[in-house]
């Protein structure tokens, strides 16, 4: 994923806002597409054309603004809105109404896949569970906390469980014998995120060939 500085180069979007009294336009540049996330810090940047920076501020409802070397940051609240309100020497010249969602789950993964066919040899040299943040455009980090391996071996059904993020001695045995068409399953997928909040992530089913 690209990091944080090259997608605000990419993807920033402007929006003009009509300014009040003042005769300004107030600009507030957002990377996300008018939308805040929670959990995270959401970069903003403030702009009204023909004045000096030291002039401009910013308040927010439903969140909280702080300084960053390269503008202002967002971390919203709790409420589905947040209104950043745009200020030239502490004066109302213009806001922006920001939509407010949750991250969305990543994607738990083993050998970069969570279903489908898998060689034996790949799962044999794979030694954890992985997150995949699909079609977002922050790089943040989730982290397996724990899950369970489950497959069937000599007709009986074999589970296992991990605290982490790695394959146990006792999994990889277990994978070692499984014949080609039978199914390995990671499930109960536990993960920590940026926002600190436990996640229950999708199920892996895997089948060796």
């Known amino acids: 994923m690209k990091t944080i500085s090259s997608i605000c180069s990419l993807l920033m979007i402007s929006f003009f806002l009509n300014a009040q009294k003042s005769g300004n336009d107030a600009v507030v540049a957002a990377v996300n597409m008018n939308v805040l996330y929670r959990g995270m810090a959401n970069p903003i940047e403030l702009a009204v ?39 030239v020497d502490n004066k109302k010249v213009s806001e922006k109404t920001f939509r407010v969602k949750n991250v969305p789950n990543p994607v738990a993964v083993f050998a970069g896949k969570f279903e489908g066919p898998i060689a034996k040899e790949i799962a044999l040299k794979t030694d954890m569970l992985e997150v ?55 499930k109960d997928i536990k993960a920590i995120g940026p926002d600190g909040k436990m996640r229950d992530l999708n199920q892996i089913q895997l089948t060796i060939k």
């Open 49 to 87: 054309p023909g004045v000096t920076s030291d002039r401009i501020s910013a308040i927010i409802t439903n969140g909280t603004l702080s300084k960053t070397t390269k503008g202002l940051s967002v971390s919203p609240g709790e409420l589905a809105e947040s209104v950043v309100t745009v200020l």
């Open 132 to 186: 995949e943040l699909k079609d977002f455009l922050w790089e943040l980090k989730f982290e397996v906390k724990s899950f369970t391996f489950f497959c069937s071996q000599d007709n009986f059904d074999r589970e296992e469980l991990s605290n982490g993020n790695k394959l146990t001695d006792k999994m990889k045995s277990l994978i070692s014998g499984i014949k080609p068409g039978k199914m390995i399953v990671f």
